[in-house]
C-alpha cells in the first residue's frame, strides 16, 4: 500500500510539471487556449490580448510573420515576427520554470521558478547571446533570471545598467574608473570586474595563444566554461573528460564522459539534482544519463512517459515510442 502511495504521489508531482501554453513574457498570463479552440476561419494569435501577453483567437492575415521554429501550439512563446520570446516558460507555478532562449528557442543561461519569474525579461541573455553569435568577446553580466546587473564592463567601459534594458544610467567611465560609479560595490564587485572563472578563461586563452606563436600546442590544457554571470558553467573538460559542475566550478557527483563523446551534454539533470531541486526543498524524481543530462525515456512503473531537456514530460503512455522518445523535445 505504500508503494502504491509513493506512486500515485509521483505521478501527481509529474502532471504539475506538465509543459502547457504560458504568456510570452513569463508570468503575467496563464492561458489553456489553443488553436482547436478558435472557431472556423480564425487561428491562434500569440500576444494579441491582454497588453500583448496572452493569446487569443483571431483572423489571419497576408501581413502575418510565419512563425518558422517557433509554433504557439507547442507552448512555445512567439514574437509577433516568428522568432522565439526571449522567456520561455514550462510546468506550472509549482515546479514550473522560466527559462531564458535564444531567438531560435535554444535555451541559454538564466532560469527563475515560475512564481518568481513575473518581471523577468532575459534582456541580458539574448542579447549576449546574439553578440557571441557575432564571434565577439562579450563580458556584460546577466543575473541569475538573464536580466542586466546593475555593473557593466566591456570593450574597457564601464556604466550603471537599467536591469531590465541594459541602458546606461549614467555616462560610461574607463573601467579603471570603474569604483567611482554609483553602482559600484566592493562587496558585490571587489576590485576588478572579471570574475574568478571569466579570469581563468582568459588567463589560458593567454597563455595558449604564447604557445602557438612558439609553435608548440600543449593538449593537457583545461577547457573552462564561463556562464553569463561569470560563474562557472555547467560542466568543465580535464585530461579529455568532461565533468558536470556546480556554479562554484566543484564536480557534481559522479557525471561525466569522454570529451569526445559529449553528444550535447548540459547536466541539466545533475544541476537540478544537486543544486537548484533541493535549493528550493524539493527532489528531482526522473533518472539522468551518465553525461548529467535528463535521459529522454523515463517511466514509473508501467507508467511510461518522454521528458524534454529541462526534465518536462509530455503525456503518459503505456510504452515508450520507438525512437525511445529520442525525438521528444
Known amino acids: 500500500m505504500f508503494q502504491i502511495c509513493q506512486l500515485w504521489?509521483?505521478?501527481?508531482?509529474?502532471?504539475?510539471r506538465s509543459v502547457s501554453p504560458q504568456c510570452q513574457m513569463a508570468q503575467t498570463c496563464v492561458t489553456d487556449i489553443s488553436a482547436d479552440d478558435c472557431p472556423d476561419g480564425q487561428v491562434l494569435v500569440p500576444g494579441s490580448s491582454i497588453h500583448g501577453c496572452c493569446p487569443s483567437c483571431g483572423n489571419r492575415s497576408d501581413d502575418d510573420a510565419t512563425t518558422e521554429g517557433c509554433n504557439p501550439n507547442n507552448g512555445n512563446n512567439c514574437l509577433p515576427d516568428g522568432r522565439f520570446a526571449p522567456v520561455q516558460c514550462k510546468g506550472n507555478l509549482f515546479t514550473g520554470r522560466c527559462f531564458c532562449s535564444d531567438e531560435n528557442g535554444k535555451r541559454i543561461f538564466g532560469?527563475?521558478?515560475?512564481?518568481?519569474?513575473?518581471?523577468?525579461?532575459?534582456?541580458?541573455?539574448?542579447?549576449?547571446?546574439?553578440?557571441?553569435?557575432?564571434?565577439?568577446?562579450?563580458?556584460l553580466h546577466c543575473t541569475a533570471n538573464g536580466d542586466y546587473e546593475p555593473l557593466q564592463c566591456d570593450d574597457g567601459m564601464c556604466w550603471c545598467a537599467q536591469p531590465r534594458t541594459g541602458q546606461p544610467t549614467v555616462s560610461p567611465v574607463p573601467e579603471e574608473d570603474m569604483t567611482l560609479l554609483p553602482?559600484?560595490?566592493?562587496?558585490?564587485?571587489?576590485?576588478?570586474?572579471?570574475?574568478?572563472?571569466?579570469?581563468?578563461?582568459?588567463?589560458?586563452?593567454?597563455?595558449?595563444?604564447?604557445?602557438?606563436?612558439?609553435?608548440?600546442?600543449?593538449?593537457?590544457?583545461?577547457?573552462?566554461?564561463?556562464?553569463?554571470?561569470?560563474?562557472?558553467g555547467p560542466y568543465q573538460?580535464?585530461?579529455?573528460?568532461?565533468?558536470?559542475?556546480?556554479?562554484d566550478g566543484k564536480i557534481l557527483g559522479a557525471w561525466q564522459t569522454m570529451s569526445n563523446t559529449m553528444n550535447n551534454m548540459n547536466c541539466n539533470c545533475a544541476r537540478d539534482t544537486m543544486v537548484y531541486f533541493p535549493a528550493r526543498g524539493m527532489t528531482v524524481t526522473e533518472t539522468c544519463l551518465d553525461n548529467g543530462n535528463y535521459r529522454?525515456?523515463?517511466?514509473?512503473?508501467?507508467?511510461?512517459y518522454c521528458v524534454d531537456s529541462d526534465g518536462y514530460h509530455g503525456p503518459f503512455l503505456t510504452q515508450w515510442p520507438d525512437d525511445n522518445c529520442e525525438s521528444f523535445h
Open 183 to 232: 553602482c559600484y560595490s566592493a562587496a558585490a564587485v571587489g576590485d576588478q570586474y572579471l570574475r574568478k572563472c571569466e579570469s581563468l578563461v582568459l588567463a589560458n586563452s593567454i597563455i595558449a595563444k604564447e604557445q602557438r606563436e612558439h609553435g608548440t600546442n600543449f593538449l593537457g590544457h583545461p577547457v573552462i566554461s564561463c556562464d553569463y554571470d561569470g560563474s562557472y
Open 111 to 139: 532560469q527563475m521558478w515560475r512564481d518568481q519569474a513575473e518581471e523577468m525579461t532575459c534582456a541580458c541573455s539574448r542579447r549576449r547571446a546574439e553578440l557571441e553569435a557575432e564571434d565577439r568577446v562579450v563580458t
Open 296 to 304: 529522454p525515456n523515463q517511466n514509473v512503473g508501467d507508467v511510461y
Open 9 to 16: 504521489v509521483l505521478l501527481l508531482c509529474l502532471t504539475l
Open 237 to 247: 573538460i580535464t585530461n579529455g573528460i568532461a565533468y558536470c559542475t556546480g556554479r
